[in-house]
């Protein structure tokens, strides 16, 4: 007979629930069972339950319920930034990988666009803190988000959900079917679909004139032609995506799941939260009209309706938009002995990401104007295999290996300048000022493991190492620029950029775990990463650039990391302390240049990232139901000596932009007045890095109180705070983000026979607008690294509003 469907541990352990105190939240930070209070690991774990009083459905809501952890959503380039403890990788190059890993199912997804996935109907959720080398994929130089979807469980469960958010006026639903379909056989089916009738953010566009001039060259007058550009989108957005998975026991030993899923996001305009909320003259430089504050409001345009006509990927009648697909199929292996457990997790994942945006972001009239489509896929098949002991005697082992493959395909069409070309052929690049296409295919190898002896009672002591190896080939071209472009030197078409690029890394660390009692554990670590260099696939080649503009280095870090855990009366209260130091090298940073609308990719040098966690939880037996539970959390992030860094527009010489770039050989030297008539590069050294505050924290409460008749009323109430910080890599004092708190709250009441639920969920109820990271406004700021310099208006990527949303749950 085969084994018993559905009998892996549960997430929370059931033990006291009933008389109040603290339940065990079960992790697998070191690919183990482990409770968060027994793993030495800084972890922060969501269960399902948490996830659905908040309805945290997708990763920016989870980053916006978790100090020290935040998330930027970006129309363009990776599409998004993971910061955990004020590491993270910014958002301007495609071909950056995130310094915070993304692990589904114990599958690793590096791309940024992976917020765009529907992560919902979740087993659980684990946030780790600081490198993660050993466990996880690859890429875990800042932290690792590890995702754990639900399986089908040993009875039929049937879940309907439906919900309205009032103020984006979302229509949302769920249903979920888990049932056996034998003794060793189960399914379980779960979909999600949302649409917006109306956007978080008030749109301030209007019809604006785009004049082109038909030329190709400057010294040749030609006609111009006036189109109308309305005002884009307000960034409502519609998605819908289902996953299916079947989990076969045949006996007590094999486990296999079997999960595919698919999903699709559309939105009328991804720069929808893109504000300009600084401006040296109080006014948009571009438009006057146009308010620069502080609030949810922004403003773009739509590309006029007869130069949409002829650009690749533009929607008709010239609205933006942005389009993401995805799909995966993802197998776990699992053969379990008494002492020992054989693994395998095999994925593929693909995606693919179709914009079109008014680049700039601002409803401006006249050539500046920027307007932008993309069309990029991208592919990744991987294979880990690991074999692990537990035998919980004198010493346990594990010993893995690990491949991948990818392809990223990236293809974009640039309309800007005024410019048009009616002798360009085909007739799709008459308005083009540019054009890029470029790939990068890669392959990694890795092999791992893990030691772990206990000399004496109570002690453990762990060490292990990865091996990677990786291979990287890309290439990049601009099929066609404009002729005018071409003359001023700012594009270099036709002319191919090939890249092979080979990394090798050796990332150990080392662990020591002490339990002087049963709910005490002591331990220390010292830690290694690694992230993998790469090519900047949406870079700009010019006859200025070189292949050294597009490629980058690997990143790395290192450092220790120790703290407590403790239960304390009678588990009753929870107080965790964490302290660590990490020292980061060649941190991989991607800059925008707004004067002239160019990226650079490149490794910053050193930071260091220092700090204290505390965390406490508080669960009176004498009053069961009742939570109260917070942090404080300090963290000094700062970078070490990184010369060659990009100055942001307008910084002058006085203000730190006083070196030079020369080339990859010699990145920087001293300014010299004499023969240099403008610097272009700075030392971040002593400046935070993006988007870390130095305090952070977050106090909350909960109670249910179960009634008489046996129905269930819970109310919880969660505030986060977050100091001042600066929401660019690069130093700009004009994007310093002021301290602000956060509340969310929500009401629920459960009948007796807990077939219904109702909800009421507010989030971020203080309505406070903060930046989550941002770049010089395109087209803005004068004097980079000379005297006199005009600072660059400021565009940040900001949160989203209060929200409002009710919501009906139906289980059977």
Not at 146 to 157: F, M, V
Not at 216 to 235: E, L, Q, R, Y
Not at 708 to 717: L, R, S, T
Request: aromatic residues 12%; glycine residues 10%; proline residues 5%.
């Amino acid at each position: 007979m085969g084994g018993a469907l559905g009998q892996a541990p549960v997430a929370l352990a059931q033990e006291g629930a009933q008389e109040g105190g603290i339940n065990d939240i079960i992790v697998t930070a070191r690919k183990r069972q482990e409770t968060t209070q027994n793993v030495p690991v800084s972890v922060v774990a969501l269960s399902a339950e948490r996830i659905q009083q908040y309805d945290l459905s997708n990763l920016e809501r989870v980053a916006a319920t978790t100090p020290s952890f935040s998330i930027g959503r970006t129309p363009s380039g990776s599409g998004a930034t993971l910061v955990l403890r004020g590491i993270g990788s910014n958002t301007t190059s495609i071909g950056l990988e995130q310094s915070v890993a993304v692990i589904v199912d114990g599958a690793y997804y590096g791309q940024g666009r992976t917020i765009n996935e529907g992560f919902f109907d979740l087993g659980r959720l684990e946030i780790l803190k600081g490198p993660q080398a050993l466990f996880f994929g690859k890429n875990a130089t800042a932290g690792v988000v590890s995702i754990t979807t639900a399986d089908p469980g040993d009875k039929l469960e049937v879940v309907g959900r439906a919900g309205y958010e009032f103020a984006a006026k979302q229509v949302y639903g769920e249903a979920i079917v888990s049932t056996p379909l034998s003794e060793t056989l189960g399914i379980r089916i779960a979909g999600r679909a949302s649409k917006q009738f109306d956007g978080y953010y008030r749109q301030l566009g209007t019809p604006q004139p785009y004049p082109t001039i038909d030329r190709t060259s400057t010294a040749v007058p030609g006609g111009t032609t006036i189109h109308t550009s309305g005002p884009a989108g307000d960034g409502r957005a519609k998605e819908a995506y289902i996953r299916a998975t079947l989990k076969w026991e045949p006996t007590d030993t094999l486990t296999a799941t079997l999960k595919a899923n698919y999903g699709i996001n559309d939105n009328n305009n991804p720069s929808a939260g893109a504000v300009v909320y600084y401006c040296p003259t109080g006014a948009l430089a571009a438009n006057p009209a146009i308010p620069c504050r502080r609030r949810f409001e922004s403003s773009a345009n739509r590309t006029p309706i007869d130069i949409a006509a002829t650009q690749p990927f533009a929607n008709a009648d010239g609205h933006q938009g942005n389009q993401y697909k995805s799909w995966a199929i993802n197998l776990g292996l699992a053969w379990t002995l008494k002492d020992l457990t054989i693994s395998s997790v095999t994925n593929y994942n693909w995606n693919r990401n179709t914009f079109q945006f008014d680049a700039d972001g601002v409803s401006r009239a006249g050539a500046p104007g920027v307007f932008a489509t993309e069309d990029s896929s991208f592919h990744a098949f991987s294979q880990e295999v690991r074999a692990q002991t537990s035998t919980g005697s004198f010493w346990d082992a594990m010993l893995g290996g690990y491949y991948q493959s990818t392809k990223r395909d990236y293809d974009a069409w640039t309309v800007s300048g005024g410019l048009e070309n009616s002798q360009a052929t085909p007739a799709y690049r008459r308005y083009l000022a540019n054009q890029k296409d470029s790939q990068t295919k890669g392959r990694t190898f890795a092999l791992f493991g893990q030691l772990i002896v206990r000399p004496i009672a109570n002690i453990e002591i762990a060490g292990g190492v990865r091996y990677t190896s990786e291979r990287k080939n890309s290439y990049f071209i601009e099929p066609y620029s404009h002729p005018i472009r071409v003359e001023q030197g700012i594009f270099l078409p036709g002319v191919t950029l090939r890249s092979n690029q080979s990394f090798e890394d050796w990332s150990p660390e080392a662990t020591v775990t002490w339990k002087p009692i049963q709910d005490v554990t002591v331990y220390g670590a010292y830690k290694t990463a690694y992230k993998s260099g790469g090519f900047s696939n949406s870079g700009i080649y010019s006859r200025s650039a070189t292949l050294s503009d597009f490629e980058f280095g690997p990143e790395k870090a290192r450092g220790f990391e120790a703290g407590i855990k403790t239960m304390l009366f009678d588990r009753q209260l929870r107080l965790n302390l964490t302290g660590y130091n990490f020292k980061y090298s060649n941190l991989q940073l991607d800059f925008f240049r707004s004067d002239t609308f160019a990226f650079t990719t490149i490794n910053a040098g050193s930071a260091r990232t220092k700090g204290v966690e505390l965390e406490f939880q508080f669960a009176p037996r004498a009053l069961p139901g009742f939570d109260l539970h917070g942090s404080v959390n300090y963290n000094h992030a700062r970078y070490g000596d990184a010369p060659g860094a990009p100055c942001w527009a307008g910084q002058t010489r006085s203000q730190g932009c006083n070196l030079v770039y020369v080339s990859a050989t010699d990145a920087s030297r001293p300014f010299n007045p004499v023969t240099d008539a403008a610097a272009n590069r700075q030392n971040l050294k002593g400046l935070p890095t993006a988007n870390a505050p130095d305090w952070t924290g977050n106090l909350g409460v909960s109670y249910e109180a179960l009634l008489e008749n046996g129905a269930k009323f819970n109310f919880g109430v969660d505030a986060r705070y977050s100091g001042s910080y600066l929401a660019t890599a690069f130093g700009n004092p004009y994007t310093r983000q002021n301290r602000y708190v956060s509340l969310d709250a929500s009401l629920s009441f459960t009948t007796a026979d807990e077939h219904w639920q109702f909800q009421v969920i507010g989030k971020n109820l203080t309505n406070r607008w903060y930046a989550i990271g941002g770049v010089d406004t395109p087209n803005t700021g004068s004097g980079t690294g000379t005297n006199i310099g005009i600072v660059a208006d400021q565009t940040g990527y900001a949160s989203i509003p209060r929200t409002l949303q009710a919501q009906v749950t139906f289980r059977y």
